[in-house]
């Protein structure tokens, strides 16, 4: 009799265990970046792999000048005035995500312009935001707090950082061969920590 009664009570508890992890869905993951020195979009990239997410890049409807010293001076401008340039990329159904990557350059110590666009447009109340960065050495500036200010009703969770390229010394893609390796051993321990993988 007790062991019939062991067996129908570790019956039961296993079939409600079943019952709880059908029950329990993943997280669904949106990882959206401007990149500009592809940078920002090795770090994307590897966050994808990682995460199996969806991953968009940002692109401007009128994309900014090629030429290096151009670009600072009108994102210097847009800065200036608060100008959000107009998005080319349309996101569909960014209800469904519940976790949203952001990644993004720092230019001149602040969040790019049209991340900028991108925060104010679409709506990420109640998500999970996480910010991710590249810059030329001169660390995040200003940017995962803008992020914050931009999303006063999401979650926003510890951002990650690391040295990319520096157009302005004509270093483009930093994040290859050996860099990007240990890199990509970073973006691991990086969502460990935050428990996303």
């Known amino acids: 009799?007790?062991?019939?009664?062991?067996?129908?009570?570790?019956?039961?508890?296993?079939?409600?265990?079943?019952?709880?992890?059908?029950?329990?869905?993943?997280?669904?993951?949106?990882?959206?970046?401007?990149?500009?020195?592809?940078?920002?979009?090795?770090?994307?990239?590897?966050?994808?792999?990682?995460?199996?997410?969806?991953?968009?890049?940002?692109?401007?409807?009128?994309?900014?000048?090629?030429?290096?010293?151009?670009?600072?001076?009108?994102?210097?401008?847009?800065?200036?005035?608060?100008?959000?340039?107009?998005?080319?990329?349309?996101?569909?159904?960014?209800?469904?995500?519940?976790?949203?990557f952001v990644g993004f350059p720092t230019w001149g110590m602040k969040l790019p312009p049209p991340m900028k666009s991108f925060l104010k447009q679409y709506d990420l109340k109640g998500k999970t935001v996480i910010p991710f960065n590249t810059n030329g050495g001169y660390g995040i500036g200003s940017t995962f707090e803008t992020v914050k200010e931009l999303c006063p009703e999401s979650k926003v969770l510890k951002g990650f950082t690391t040295k990319g390229g520096s157009e302005r010394d004509g270093q483009m893609l930093m994040i290859k061969g050996d860099k990007a390796k240990q890199t990509e051993a970073d973006i691991k321990l990086w969502l460990r920590t935050l428990k996303i993988i």
């Open 1 to 100: 009799m007790k062991n019939l009664i062991l067996i129908t009570i570790l019956v039961v508890s296993v079939a409600l265990a079943n019952a709880n992890a059908q029950s329990i869905t993943p997280k669904k993951v949106l990882i959206v970046y401007l990149s500009r020195t592809n940078n920002t979009k090795a770090v994307a990239e590897m966050i994808q792999k990682n995460t199996a997410g969806a991953l968009v890049a940002l692109e401007l409807q009128k994309p900014y000048p090629q030429n290096y010293k151009a670009t600072v001076e009108q994102v210097a401008r847009e800065n200036e005035t608060g100008f959000l340039p107009p998005l080319k990329t349309k996101i569909v159904g960014i209800e469904k995500y519940d976790i949203v």
